[in-house]
């Protein structure tokens, strides 16, 4: 896959997926017959054939803002190439990004966890496996592959599995614990190109971090998390919790001393091992404190929430709350689909051993579920759940006397340059 872009026709008209920046951008069938059209035919000859005069300026404006963003080619082509799955009709033809558990064992035992108790015995999807379910993400515009466990580098056949998603043309992105970075692995991580690359850590300082994570496991975080930042850009991702809430500030510090491009900062989710651990749990003034002096670090801080995902909001107008079934999907270590991860096994719509990935997003029962769920409800349906047992539930955070400003559910920061 050598094309910079890919349309993916869609019921409203298209995305276009950018592989270089992992964005995705959504059109109204209007400027998708131009996009489509550019493959053939320039964009400038297809402006000059339109005889009304103001119709023909507006797409003169919109062709020069395409073109400012690179998807045009010098001789106004369109710089991609088109795809066209099977239709649906109100929903995405695939998700934006997919969460595939590559393992279930991990060389530590937070706390937190949302994985739960590991080891899980379950019997993990092969490379053939593998490499069969990438081909279908990639042929329903599925590109953004999110990498996790347990610990994913405990895999011994995890760069393997990278490279079969790169050749793909997928965009995978990889969290990981740091633990077992070597000065090889870091040049394994620098020598392929990640959507991203996310460390886990969970305080600023020893006392704070090793009070989740373990005993002796600060001060390997930081030294392989600099090895990892002198090979390839490395974001180090931030769990907060009641305990580290007042220590954000510090962690975007963290993150700048140890040569990472950026922080991300999510709150703790009542999922996994964290029903053992609810001391744990932010609320929601905790994490609003938190992020509203994060926000106030000028120029670097960007700020997502519930209402305002740029991708759901463009691609999914309708849609109140997360993006479980509508934009995004999660696969087990063995298999197993989910609309999210943190729902647990009772929203689990079938296993792609069995079923091709795409007939499970366009009919599993949970998805269908979550999707209509999504047109009348905000917030977690995670959170929902736990707080009232049930799946259309209030999330607590949510609500608007819980205070919290509707942007402030996840906050990025940049530490140098662009992440």
Not at 211 to 220: H, L, N, V, Y
Request: proline residues 6%; contains cysteine; neutral net charge.
């Amino acid at each position: 896959m050598s094309a910079p872009f890919t349309l993916v026709e869609e019921w409203f008209g298209s995305r276009v997926y950018d592989h270089a920046a992992g964005r995705t951008l959504a059109f109204d069938p209007a400027l998708t017959a131009l996009l489509v059209g550019a493959l053939d035919r320039s964009v400038g000859e297809q402006i000059d054939a339109i005889a009304d005069g103001p119709t023909r300026e507006r797409y003169a404006r919109a062709a020069e803002a395409l073109y400012a963003d690179g998807l045009f080619t010098y001789d106004l082509r369109f710089a991609g190439r088109v795809l066209r799955p099977p239709r649906t009709q109100g929903f995405l033809t695939g998700p934006l990004s997919v969460h595939l558990e590559v393992t279930a064992h991990c060389d530590l035992a937070c706390a937190h966890c949302f994985a739960g108790e590991l080891p899980r015995a379950e019997r993990p999807l092969g490379l053939a496996d593998l490499d069969r379910l990438f081909a279908e993400l990639a042929s329903l515009g599925s590109f953004r592959l999110n990498l996790s466990g347990g610990e994913p580098t405990l895999r011994r056949d995890f760069f393997e599995l990278v490279d079969l998603a790169l050749g793909h043309g997928l965009s995978p992105a990889v969290t990981t614990n740091a633990m077992r970075v070597t000065p090889a692995m870091a040049k394994a991580f620098g020598g392929r190109k990640l959507l991203w690359l996310n460390v886990s850590f969970d305080g600023a300082s020893r006392a704070t971090h090793e009070a989740i994570r373990g005993p002796e496991t600060f001060d390997t975080l930081c030294e392989n998390t600099r090895r990892l930042a002198a090979e390839t850009p490395v974001t180090l991702a931030f769990t907060v919790m009641r305990h580290n809430a007042h220590e954000l500030e510090a962690a975007a510090a963290l993150a700048r001393e140890l040569g990472a491009v950026g922080a991300v900062f999510r709150p703790m989710y009542p999922v996994g091992k964290a029903l053992s651990n609810r001391h744990l749990l932010p609320s929601v003034d905790d994490y609003d404190r938190a992020t509203q002096a994060l926000g106030a670090l000028s120029g670097c801080a960007t700020r997502y929430g519930p209402r305002q995902r740029a991708a759901a909001s463009e691609l999914d107008p309708d849609t109140l709350g997360c993006g479980a079934g509508s934009t995004q999907a999660s696969i087990t270590v063995g298999g197993r689909v989910n609309p999210c991860g943190y729902l647990g096994a009772a929203f689990e719509a079938g296993t792609v051993r069995d079923t091709p990935f795409g007939q499970i997003w366009r009919e599993g029962e949970s998805f269908r579920q979550l999707r209509a769920l999504h047109r009348t409800l905000g917030g977690c349906r995670a959170r929902a759940l736990d707080h009232t047992g049930r799946v259309d539930g209030d999330d607590p955070w949510d609500a608007p006397s819980a205070g919290l400003h509707p942007d402030s559910m996840l906050v990025q920061i940049r530490t140098k340059g662009r992440p």
